[in-house]
């Protein structure tokens, strides 16, 4: 079956525009996670979905990031205001969403945004 | 003081040969031990998942966590080039938590 997908593969962006990325997940996976994976750095966690809802947006770096699922289903998560700061790969991952803690997360290829 | 620590490399080393990779933690919560293969351009994938202390072994890989040293391990024997990859090791505290902390990836290459 299809994995997890994310488009675009690649995003350059000048600074000060906003940027959307989009992930869908596999079918039927209620759990879905952002996460930010700098050059050199280990992933970090962003924002995690139950459904529709984002209990969990502690790792949020700022308010310019924003995040929305809908139908349980496609995840976008949007950057205003793009700093260079914010260059990096952001890798979204699914998973069956049953709570239990051995649950693999699915990850898709990532976006890779570079802000000039 | 990271949470998880995890030497970059670059570790070269000949094909056949045994790997070993390994990260210390300092979070004494996590209980939850994930090793992720990721090869160039693409995300992660789960390779190797323990719980609490102990080993696990997979084929010709072999996971190893030792709580008392907050230490993890993960051990390739017969290293082939198609392992070339960056391993990155992760854990939780699991009981609930979906949050996963990852180390910083050790990338690996396996010389023909």
């Known amino acids: 079956g299809a994995g997890v997908s994310q488009s675009p593969s690649n995003k350059v962006t000048e600074k000060g525009k906003d940027v959307e990325l989009r992930c869908d997940p596999i079918s039927g996976h209620t759990a879905l996670y952002w996460y930010r994976q700098r050059l050199g750095q280990g992933l970090e966690f962003l924002i995690y979905?139950?459904?529709?809802?984002?209990?969990?947006k502690s790792g949020l770096p700022s308010d310019r990031f924003s995040a929305e699922r809908t139908g349980e289903s496609v995840s976008t998560l949007t950057i205003q205001r793009t700093q260079q700061e914010d260059s990096a790969v952001y890798l979204c991952?699914?998973?069956?969403?049953?709570?239990?803690?051995?649950?693999?997360?699915?990850f898709g290829p990532g976006t890779r945004l570079l802000v000039l | 003081q990271k949470e998880v620590e995890q030497d970059p490399g670059p570790l070269s080393v000949p094909e056949g040969a045994i790997v070993s990779l390994n990260c210390t933690y300092s979070?004494?919560?996590?209980?939850?031990f994930m090793w992720y293969r990721q090869y160039s351009r693409k995300g992660p994938e789960l390779l190797m998942y323990?719980?609490?202390?102990g080993n696990k072994e997979d084929g010709r890989f072999t996971a190893q966590v030792d709580k008392s040293s907050k230490y993890i391990s993960l051990f390739i024997r017969d290293s082939q080039p198609s392992d070339s990859a960056t391993y990155l090791c992760?854990?939780?505290?699991?009981?609930?938590?979906?949050?996963?902390?990852f180390g910083k990836g050790t990338k690996l290459s396996v010389i023909p």
């Open positions: 979905f139950q459904g529709n809802s984002a209990p969990d």
């Open positions: 992760a854990m939780s505290p699991g009981a609930g938590s979906y949050q996963l902390t």
């Open positions: 323990t719980y609490s202390s």
């Open positions: 991952a699914s998973s069956l969403g049953l709570g239990l803690p051995s649950e693999t997360q699915y």
């Open positions: 979070n004494s919560a996590f209980q939850y």
